[in-house]
């Protein structure tokens, strides 16, 4: 079945809602595409768009519904590669794998694609083709996916450990009970106990009651703990002062968590 290409000036108005996603203003970019699809209802070419709108706003559930009507989009290629980061974030991980090498057998050379193969790969435990893809992310786009981070488990750890010691004794004091744990990826049950799941490129998780939520009538013994993730941290950070960096807010973020402040308390806190 056809359908009536966008205009000219309608691929002029798609390329700002892209321009406006890489500048990070996803409020703008929806508004501008909102207008679009006014004119065009249910347009292949622009539920692409919406679904690439949808997956910046952090909502990939919206994005699978918007590319069930985008099969005949112009670009099929792009369209498994959105379908595939929505199951990725929705933790469908078998079906983002087999999306995305459905846009790479379109189109082999897509450095985005073969980075995202990496990471599902490296969830399914997949661990020789996970380096594969990353090498070949690398080769095509270098100053884009540059080679990871070499920290060594040890050198990860002492970051940690200095990133708790900075925190403020007030808050310390609350980690005696509460342990920070150092994990490769965060495992699958983790992600999936949440409604909707939590995405797999998570930096860092506390698992358990908020200090606010708990009462005297607790059971002792299992106060939770702090989950930070190894290999996404190392994936995030381009050197080790951005990973110390980031360490050090990953453990504050959760941190706050732990003792149930929103982002006014943090500032009070030190936590910010």
Known sequence: MSYDTLT????????????????????????????????????????IVDAAVCLDEGDPARALAALKGAERSADPSLF????????????HLEQARDDAERALAIQPDLADVHELLSRIHEHLGH?????????????????????????????????????????????????????????????HEVLTA??????????????????????????????????????????ACGDREELEREVRITVQHEVGHLLGLDEDDLDRWGLA
């Open 127 to 187: 661990h020789e083709q996970a380096e594969e893809h990353a090498a070949e992310a690398q080769a095509l786009e270098p100053e884009v996916f540059g080679p990871p981070l070499d920290v060594s488990d040890e050198e990860f750890d002492a970051l940690v450990e200095q990133a708790v010691a900075k925190l403020p004794d007030e808050v310390r004091r609350h980690l005696d009970e509460v342990p920070v744990l150092v994990e490769a990826l965060p495992r």
């Open 194 to 235: 949440e409604d909707p799941p939590l995405s797999p490129d998570l930096l860092g998780l506390f698992v358990g009651r908020h200090l606010l939520e708990r009462s005297h009538t607790d059971v002792p013994g299992v106060p939770g703990a702090i989950f930070l993730f190894r290999r996404n941290l190392l994936r």
């Open 80 to 91: 498994f590669h959105l379908r595939a980061v929505a199951h990725f974030e929705m933790v």
């Open 8 to 47: 000219e000036t309608e691929w002029e108005d798609v390329n700002q809602v892209y321009d406006l996603l890489e500048k990070g203003e996803v409020e703008r970019a929806r508004l501008r595409l909102d207008g679009l699809m006014q004119k065009r209802p249910d347009h292949p070419d622009l539920r």
